[in-house]
């Protein structure tokens, strides 16, 4: 009899399948809609297909090997292969959240198979690509309307795009600083030049206090919908 194991039930059994839905309840509660978002995409894409029906007393550090070797194609340029390694450990962190969280829960009595399990080691470091002022110039020539502050305001401040301007509201900008509520490193504060802070005040002439400073006609920018535009 196949059913969802729960903490404190040493004689069920839970499946992968199980452990992800668990794990996600876990993420919406704990970090919100992004991760969740985040972590069901790379599930569908590249976990659930092979293992949503596997227990997770089966699982073995060979089959699991077997699956993050088989992220990495078999040809394609260094710079190519590096760029597939890394998104292959961001799978494999996924996929071991999702079984450390059912350990922890006590979904299942071992986790030795995944433990053991290693990020792919990267031999070389990702390209720092800065743009030149006649790139910069071209780029902001060739963008308009929401977009178009958005991407300057990422050019005057070098702010993270997604989660760090996608939330700044109108009173969070003080004369000469922008206050950070949102991101991967916590609460902070942005300091800006004249350029910026003119620019700035620019965008929240004649908005309400609580509405979006660099948004996209009223609303925060969707995930991947800048991606699109650029």
Known sequence: ???????????????????????????????????????????????????????????????LNRWRNGLIPKDGDEEALRRARDTANRHLNTFKAILNRAWQDGLT???????KVKRFKQTGIARKV???DTQIKRLLDNSEGPFHDLVKA????????????????CN????????????????????????????????????????????NNGRPWREKEASKLM
Request: no cysteine; aromatic share 8%.
């Open 109 to 115: 009595r071992d986790d030795s198979a995944w433990r």
């Open 154 to 169: 990422l050019l005057l401040t070098g702010m993270r795009p997604g989660i760090e301007v996608e939330h700044i509201r």
């Open 130 to 132: 800065f743009l030149t």
């Open 1 to 63: 009899f196949e059913t969802m194991a729960r903490p404190g039930d040493p004689g069920r059994r839970a499946t992968v399948g199980e452990a992800a839905e668990h794990y996600l309840d876990f993420l919406s509660a704990e970090k919100g809609p992004d991760s969740v978002r985040d972590a069901e995409m790379r599930l569908n894409a590249h976990i659930l297909p092979k293992f949503k029906k596997t227990f997770l007393d089966e699982l073995t550090t060979a089959q």
């Open 172 to 215: 969070q900008l003080q004369d000469g600083s922008l206050e950070i509520l949102q991101s991967k490193t916590g609460q902070r504060i942005v300091y800006l030049s004249d350029e910026a802070n003119q620019f700035f005040k620019s965008l929240a002439k004649g908005k309400h206090p609580n509405a979006y400073l660099i948004g």
